[in-house]
């Protein structure tokens, strides 16, 4: 029973999309609202006339023939394309409104991955779909000769707006191939590699 303990204890913690066999951690977010300077792409059905692209501005608003200004910043997509068309339903027969992000520069800052710590040089990196610990840390130009990398963390902000965070073996992955901890990143994570205490 000890040896089973402590097997148990030996255990990385990990998100738990990732320990379901088959499946990895979801990239998609749910309900993303507009930012200052996401670039917009607003189509009114059988209405090309009255259909725009354009960047949010710095006080969070649109303009729209016929409405004028509406705030954007703030909304989901699917909110604002209610909005259009509430509004809109004045000078046209039942509009219908589809809304396209055609530029994400709003939330560009909060997506990027971060690597901190003992690694060659610490940086903040565009998220892509697909990337995993493994990838970032090599961006940063992998571990320095300092680095306890089985001591690793892996910090996520949850959609409560709260922190997870995971353990990851970095010298596992990189000196016995085990790519248990290999995690695949999400927008916005952060990892940090600690200095050996010797």
């Known amino acids: 029973m000890i040896l089973l303990a402590g097997c148990a204890a030996d255990k990385p913690r990990l998100p738990k999309a990732w320990q379901t066999p088959g499946s990895g951690p979801s990239v998609l977010v749910d309900n993303y609202r507009l930012a200052v300077s996401d670039q917009v792409q607003i189509n009114v059905w059988k209405n090309p006339e009255l259909s725009v692209t354009q960047p949010i501005r710095p006080d969070g608003k649109i303009t729209l023939p016929l409405i004028g200004e509406m705030m954007a910043a703030g909304k989901t997509p699917s909110k604002l394309s209610s909005e259009i068309e509430d509004r809109l339903s004045v000078f046209v027969k039942n509009p219908t409104v589809s809304i396209i992000l055609t530029g994400l520069q709003g939330q560009a800052y909060l997506s990027r ?80 590699v600690p200095e050996s205490a010797f």
Not at 129 to 150: C, K, Q, R
């Open 113 to 192: 991955i971060r690597v901190t710590g003992a690694v060659g040089k610490d940086i903040s990196i565009n998220y892509s779909p697909g990337m995993t610990v493994l990838d970032a840390v090599l961006e940063a130009g992998s571990l320095d000769a300092y680095a306890d990398g089985n001591e690793t963390k892996l910090h996520r902000r949850t959609s409560e707006g709260k922190t997870e965070t995971f353990d990851i073996r970095l010298d596992d992955m990189m000196e016995d191939g085990d790519m248990t901890t290999n995690v695949l990143l999400q927008p916005g994570d952060i990892i940090t």
